[in-house]
């Protein structure tokens, strides 16, 4: 049985998620849009990765996108922590270049359910976090008619079901839209 996409996004809010692969930046920006609100993205300053918030202006108004540039990891999850606990914004996208540790973890899950804030960490590619509430892993999906489709491959999920979707952000309808793969 196919279960679509729309059954598993948004992820729940009040958690937190981990995302990691080369569109990770993409699904970020698809929850931002879905969520709506203001919009906390905390980064490690040292990151060569230069965010423009004008380059989200195809999801959200870059006037409710926030980046904050922090020293070092330690910083980013203290940040992270507080503003997901602060009911001021409705997701909190980390970029993370280290594991979170279980302690962490719990730590942004907590502040996650007490703020009422959904949050999202970027990570590397294997180093997830056991408290992660679900983990999806993002990637461009090669076709020669469509060059924004997307795969999300829901790839670890406490509600236990997974699953591999072919989806592309559709910028007139302002909403993600689930496509079938290549000849089916």
Same mark, same amino acid.
């Given at each position: 049985?196919?279960?679509?996409?729309?059954?598993?996004?948004?992820p729940?809010?009040?958690?937190?998620?981990?995302?990691c692969?080369?569109?990770a930046?993409g699904?970020?920006?698809?929850?931002?849009?879905?969520?709506g609100?203001?919009t906390?993205?905390?980064r490690?300053?040292?990151?060569?990765?230069?965010?423009?918030?004008?380059?989200?202006? =195809?999801f959200i %108004?870059?006037?409710?996108?926030t980046i904050?540039?922090? @020293?070092?990891?330690?910083?980013? /999850?203290a !940040?992270?922590?507080?503003?997901?606990r602060?009911?001021?914004v409705?997701l909190?996208?980390i970029?993370?270049?280290q594991?979170?540790?279980?302690?962490?973890?719990?730590?942004?899950?907590?502040?996650?359910?007490?703020?009422?804030?959904?949050?999202?960490?970027i990570?590397?590619?294997g180093?997830?976090?056991?408290?992660?509430?679900?983990?999806w892993?993002?990637?461009?999906?090669? =076709?020669a008619k %469509?060059?924004?489709?997307?795969?999300w491959e829901?790839? @670890?999920?406490?509600?236990g079901? /997974?699953? !591999?979707?072919?989806?592309?952000?559709?910028?007139?309808?302002?909403?993600?839209?689930?496509?079938?793969?290549?000849?089916?």
């Amino acid at each position: 049985m196919h279960i679509p996409v729309l059954h598993f996004f948004p992820p729940a809010s009040a958690r937190t998620h981990e995302v990691c692969g080369p569109s990770a930046y993409g699904f970020a920006c698809a929850l931002a849009a879905r969520l709506g609100g203001q919009t906390l993205w905390v980064r490690e300053a040292w990151d060569a990765v230069q965010l423009n918030p004008n380059g989200f202006s =195809d999801f959200i %108004d870059p006037a409710t996108l926030t980046i904050c540039d922090t @020293k070092d990891q330690k910083d980013a /999850l203290a !940040v992270a922590e507080e503003a997901l606990r602060s009911n001021a914004v409705t997701l909190v996208v980390i970029a993370l270049s280290q594991p979170i540790g279980l302690t962490a973890g719990r730590r942004l899950q907590l502040a996650a359910r007490d703020g009422k804030a959904t949050g999202l960490a970027i990570i590397p590619e294997g180093m997830g976090s056991n408290a992660a509430e679900t983990r999806w892993r993002c990637s461009p999906a090669f =076709d020669a008619k %469509d060059s924004t489709l997307q795969t999300w491959e829901l790839i @670890k999920n406490k509600s236990g079901t /997974l699953g !591999v979707w072919h989806v592309r952000w559709d910028t007139t309808a302002h909403r993600l839209i689930m496509v079938s793969p290549a000849g089916n």
